[in-house]
């Protein structure tokens, strides 16, 4: 809720994707967040303001006064950081790129209005009325320009391999050399009032939540374009988001319905989607694309799941390799932003970004696992003493056939009989 304004509202107009609002009163243009938080303050000489309308791309707003003048105003001064890079959009045709690192700042001019900027994976996405630029980080200077097929583009996503271009007519997937892969299409296709918690996308394959019916989701792979069998929910889903990883076979979904539960979905190739529950009374969620890691938020609790995929073998393992954090501190209304390295970061309802740090062990335990050094991952959790670590590594070695290596991670967890029955499977082989 806002403070208590001087003059009465006469206009607000919602933002598509429902995270920004606009509101009238006399002389003055608010903007506030969905929460009611006023983020800028406007001052004009026109009187009452009578209506209020954004842009089809979400960055202008019209408004008409109570005098007869129209007024068109820009959002600027949005901003987006990534790592060590901060890019500032300064007016409507220029921004700024620092790197806090090096302490370098770049000025990039556009020949048209600014409309949508994504960065991530290295790489920097700028797209204005009619162009769109793709720019390789560091190098700021000859970025690759593609000409828009659509030019009311709402949403930019981007993966390790491709880049997503949503516009109101269409979904263009292109690579980072700007060749594109693939355009898919889907039953009651409206783009236009697809929010960014409703598609999700990989290295493989797109998901993306039914614009009329909210229990359906579509499920396509990226190259070459084929649609996968569409997954349908119990509930309507409100959160999708699809596991980043480099091995294709890894096709894990997690979602969030409407009962605020949280599922892992694997998605098969031509089978039906199998759906396993992870837990209950979660709002927001976030991969770790680096470990494959889960984060999501149980009301004033951030959760961390070291492995969820455990959960397709092991339900008692996947309640242990998990990590809580208390956040009452910071409030009851928090979202995850981003899940990058050993750090979550999320954000409350005044706009303030708080990071809570994950286990630093996790990646180099990940990163031990994948290369079959069983006696490190030993000597990691010896050192750390960690029952959620153990449990981690107890379902890793057991899906490697790691008897060894198993039997001391049940023993260091509780799991007495778990480990006596291996040492039973041990001494049948010695036989």
């Known amino acids: 809720m806002s403070e208590k304004l001087t003059h009465p509202v006469t206009s607000h107009c919602w933002k598509s994707d429902g995270n920004l ?6 002389n003055k243009i608010l903007l506030c967040n969905q929460y009611g938080i006023v983020l800028s303050t406007d001052y004009v000489d026109c009187g009452s303001i009578c209506s209020l309308c954004w842009s089809p791309d979400s960055t202008q707003v019209a408004a008409v006064c109570a005098n007869g003048r129209l007024m068109i105003s820009t959002l600027v001064e949005r901003s987006i950081s990534r790592r060590n890079f901060h890019c500032l ?10 790197d806090v690192l090096n302490e370098t700042k770049e000025n990039l001019d556009f020949p048209e209005r600014i409309v949508h900027v994504a960065m991530e994976y290295n790489h920097l996405i700028v797209t204005t009325c009619t162009q769109c630029f793709v720019y390789q980080m560091p190098n700021l200077n000859t970025p690759q320009i593609i000409n828009l097929k659509d030019t009311n583009v709402f949403m930019i996503i981007l993966t390790e391999k491709y880049f997503a271009i949503l516009s109101i007519s269409r979904v263009d997937i292109y690579t980072f050399d700007c060749k594109l892969v693939s355009s898919p299409k889907w039953p009651n296709m409206q783009c236009d009032i697809v929010q960014k918690n409703h598609i999700s996308i990989s290295d493989h394959i797109l998901a993306v939540r039914d614009q009329l019916n909210d229990k359906m989701i579509h499920v396509f792979e990226i190259s070459p374009l084929s649609t996968l069998p569409t997954i349908k929910h119990g509930f309507g889903v409100t959160d999708i988001q699809l596991m980043t990883t480099k091995i294709q076979d890894k096709r894990y979904l997690a979602l969030i319905d409407l009962s605020m539960n949280i599922f892992i979905v694997h998605i098969g190739h ?17 991969w770790n694309s680096q470990t494959e890691s889960l984060a999501a938020l149980q009301y004033t609790n951030l959760i961390v799941w070291y492995d969820p995929i455990l ?5 008692i393992l996947v309640r242990k390799s998990l990590e809580k954090s208390d956040l009452s501190f910071y409030g009851n209304k928090l979202n995850i932003e981003l899940y990058e390295d050993n750090m979550v970061s999320l954000i409350n309802t005044d706009g303030v970004k708080i990071f809570v740090q994950v286990s630093p062990y996790l990646e180099a335990m990940k990163n031990y696992i994948g290369s079959n050094k069983w006696m490190e991952c030993r000597t990691v959790c010896r050192d750390m003493k960690n029952e959620a670590m153990w449990a981690l590594l107890a379902g890793s070695a057991v899906l490697a056939k790691q008897l060894d290596t198993a039997e001391e991670c049940f023993l260091a967890i509780g799991q007495i009989e778990r480990a006596t029955f291996i040492q039973h499977i041990k001494a049948l082989i010695d036989l």
Do not use: E, P, W
Request: glycine share 2%; with cysteine; net charge positive.
């Open 21 to 26: 609002l606009v509101v009238s009163c006399y």
């Open 89 to 98: 959009i300064t007016s409507r045709k220029t921004m700024t790129v620092k």
């Open 270 to 286: 031509k089978d039906d989607a199998k759906t396993y529950k992870l837990g209950s009374m979660f709002h927001s969620m976030c």
């Open 311 to 315: 959960l397709l073998n092991d339900q």
